[in-house]
């Protein structure tokens, strides 16, 4: 058995002549399990040379609970709320995921009000989780305020969650073949509220950090990762847009009723540092902010009184066959790859969820090297992990 | 692969960088400012005050065991295996009760047992409760010295005490 | 869209013998099955071709199905223009010592994939640049998301599933409800 450390000497990289002349050793560092600006339970061998990070090692597992293992023991209803812990920042997005691949191969056919409220929650979903994001990520660099502003807008939208679906965070409420509960008039004129306010707030938002002076030295021209990168290593949602490149689920392979809305993709621009940094992949989420905005305002103006779940069996039983479904979550494109045995089985034979923060947190070892610390958690910071999507 | 430019400095770029500091930071501290007046707190004193809950909040779970009719429907739509079921036959010629909604009991059930613990509060249970016994309560503080105090017996006397409260009827 | 793609595998990789797994409706997803010992060149052609290239890795999935263990390739092609999606799969027969060439040269996506793969499943990636474990520890034995698969004892001189921590009332209903089941033991039986 190999030990977890006989790995083998990374390559020093050659910063300049100045540090190549001065014999040091590298420095082997753990950032985590329990460091605050991972996120969460991520642990980072880094190997420093004094500050500069040589070689950035993720060890994964820490939040492992086996999730696609239990899924091969549940019925398709009872799987929701473990898909649910997997991103439980977004979980209506997650939730949202699994319904379309299961109702796709049933041939469920998903009633429009439905269809429509599943938009509605997923984009104000998109929103409160674009909130945390923004948040944390001004939270690791050293920012506490903004870290307030955004918990107070997003509670707003925890609020109107929980009163349409019981929950604050893992809500069990896209259910197969349609959603649980409908939303009413008062909720709905809510939402229009929290639209204009959310308009003014993001003004705010932007004053606040994104044109700081000090936000933008710390995050411009650091952790650039080119559109052939993303390539490379498959990375989707915010990363991949704020590389330059413009591709978004929602648009380019609509499913659900999207092809019915205008929005446009934000994508990274050289505005202060170069295509691809981390000051882009935030602005991209804050600009993915208005967007969604957009979207609700349309969805209100669509929606019609009607009935909000669709003919299901009692007892769900899929064809043979198996389905890769993807859906464009907040972090990036979830994938269900879900595997069906026969109708005779009432739980599925096999279901990978290809998350997109494992795929992002695997760019981590290709950015790090010659990076400062420092530089290195904006870096960590800016790809926005959540870690029960990452270890599932 | 990373570009970190290190542009040449003049006291010019200097000057102009400390400016572009100073007054973006003074911008974001005025809105920040701005708080101390008018602005109305979000937070709210915990224990002293509490929130009202939505109506749909789902907490703690109760059963009314009176209206029963063991039919395991939830035991079996749990997706975390956490109620116990038991019931047994009831004798020849008994009278048979029913529910509020008017379903009839047939069976006498024995042990109705819910683990909170394990309970991941999805409410997948409640929606296939033919009678409606079933139900989410609004009760959020009900922590315990030890997981099996967790185990809530719904046959118990003591959970007559919050039946009144609980169910409406 | 899968029967011209195979046809161009077939053409341009010597000994690929792509095959299309058809489905009867639209609810499934078609898929090719490849030969193990071609994978690389197959990737390698699918990510150099122009007629349809397909410029990123998004998944690499594990279907144990007893008989053999199916690895899944989930490509995709992130463009505007001509957005596609394809599963390919690989049959590995050897469930002790299965394994297929690593594409991490060609897309460095597979590197955590094939690890996790190899984590859950077992089957090995020759010329994976860092093959360990992923997400359970590196001394853990046994391969957890195999049909056949039962967890450890002990592990480190810890206990797996000790007693005195587990809910030995949800074990008594679910040995008096007859719910267990024995689907491990019957495919542990079925391989034997």
């Not at chain 1, 002549?17 to 001065?22: D, G, N």
């Not at chain 1, 969604?292 to 669709?310: D, F, H, T």
């Not at chain 1, 026969?342 to 795929?359: H, I, N, W």
């Not at chain 2, 047992?113 to 997948?124: E, K, Q, S």
Request: charged fraction near 25%; glycine fraction near 6%; hydrophobic fraction near 40%.
């Amino acid at each position: 058995m190999q030990s977890r450390w006989d790995i083998g000497e990374p390559e020093r990289p050659t910063i300049n002549a100045e540090t190549e002349q001065l014999k040091s050793e590298l420095l082997r560092l753990n950032m985590g399990p329990q460091h605050p600006a991972t996120h969460g339970v991520l642990r980072i061998e880094i190997w420093t040379d004094s500050e500069i990070v040589a070689h950035a090692i993720p060890h994964l597992g820490y939040l492992h609970r086996c999730m696609e293992k239990h899924t091969e023991n549940l019925d398709y209803r009872g799987i929701i709320p473990f898909v649910d812990r997997l991103d439980y920042i977004a979980a209506m997005s997650m939730e949202w995921g699994y319904a379309m691949a299961v109702e796709k191969m049933l041939g469920t056919e998903v009633p429009r009000r439905a269809e429509l409220l599943r938009i509605l929650t997923g984009e104000l979903q998109r929103i409160a989780s674009h909130l945390m994001a923004f948040g944390t990520y001004a939270l690791d660099l050293g920012a506490f305020t903004p870290f307030l502003y955004a918990f107070e807008m997003r509670e707003k939208i925890l609020r109107l969650f929980e009163e349409v679906s019981g929950a604050r965070l893992l809500y069990n409420y896209i259910w197969i073949g349609g959603v649980w509960n409908d939303w009413t008039d008062e909720q709905l004129n809510r939402v229009t509220a929290f639209c204009d306010e959310m308009e003014e707030e993001a003004k705010k938002y932007h004053e606040l950090v994104s044109m700081n002076k000090i936000f933008i030295e710390r995050t411009a021209n650091v952790g650039v990762f080119t559109v052939q990168d993303c390539f490379d290593y498959g990375a989707t949602g915010p990363v991949l847009r704020g590389s330059g490149h413009k591709w978004d689920l929602r648009k380019n392979m609509p499913y659900s009723l999207y092809s019915e809305f205008d929005f446009d993709i934000p994508v990274g621009i050289a505005e202060v540092g170069v295509v691809g940094d981390c000051w882009n992949r935030y602005i991209v989420r804050m600009k993915e902010v208005i967007e969604s905005i957009k979207i609700i305002r349309q969805v209100q103006a669509k929606l019609e009184p009607g009935s909000i779940m669709g003919k299901v069996p009692k007892i769900i039983k899929l064809p043979k066959g198996e389905i890769f479904m993807r859906s464009e979550c907040p972090r990036g494109e979830l994938g269900l790859h879900l595997v069906s045995e026969g109708p005779e089985a009432k739980t599925p034979y096999r279901l990978k969820v290809k998350s997109p923060c494992f795929t992002h947190v695997s760019m981590l070892p290709h950015a790090a090297p010659g990076q400062m610390i420092a530089d290195f958690v904006a870096t960590v910071g800016s790809i926005d992990i959540v870690l029960g999507e990452v270890d599932r | 692969m990373n570009t970190q430019t290190h542009e040449t400095s003049s006291v010019r770029d200097y000057f102009s960088a400390l400016y572009d500091g100073v007054t973006t930071t003074i911008k974001g501290m005025w809105i920040t400012f701005r708080y101390v007046w008018g602005v109305k707190s979000v937070s709210i004193e915990y224990p002293e005050v509490r929130e009202v809950l939505p109506e749909r909040a789902r907490m703690r779970l109760f059963n009314d065991s009176q209206n029963c009719i063991s039919c395991t429907q939830c035991a079996m739509a749990c997706p975390v295996d956490c109620i116990y079921i038991a019931s047994e036959k009831k004798p020849e010629g008994t009278e048979i009760k029913k529910t509020s909604n008017g379903q009839p009991i047939r069976l006498t059930l024995t042990q109705f047992v819910i683990d909170t613990a394990l309970c991941c509060y999805c409410g997948l249970c409640t929606t296939v409760c033919p009678t409606e016994c079933l139900t989410h309560s609004h009760d959020y503080e009900f922590s315990q010295y030890t997981i099996d105090a967790m185990k809530y017996d719904y046959l118990a006397p003591d959970v007559m005490a919050w039946r009144d409260r609980i169910v409406k009827s | 869209m899968h029967n011209q793609l195979a046809e161009l595998i077939n053409k341009n990789v010597l000994g690929a013998s792509a095959v299309v797994n058809k489905t009867e409706d639209a609810k499934t997803h078609a898929s090719i099955t490849v030969e193990a010992s071609a994978i690389y060149k197959v990737a390698e052609f699918l990510k150099t071709n122009t007629e349809m290239p397909f410029n990123a890795l998004q998944a690499v999935s594990g279907v144990d199905y007893l008989e053999y263990i199916e690895v899944c390739y989930i490509m995709g092609h992130f463009d505007m223009n001509a957005p596609r999606d394809l599963i390919l799969k690989v049959k590995i027969t050897d469930r002790v010592n299965g394994n297929v060439d690593s594409i991490v040269k060609l897309y460095p996506a597979a590197n955590f994939q094939e690890r996790e793969c190899y984590d859950m499943f077992g089957i090995k990636f020759n010329n994976h640049p860092d093959h360990r474990r992923i997400l359970c520890p590196d001394d853990w034995e046994g391969f957890p998301l195999r049909k056949d698969y039962i967890a450890q004892k002990t592990y480190n001189g810890m206990e797996v599933f000790p007693d005195s921590k587990s809910n030995m009332e949800d074990r008594e209903y679910i040995v008096r409800q007859g719910m267990i089941k024995k689907a491990q033991e019957g495919a542990a039986n079925k391989v034997q």
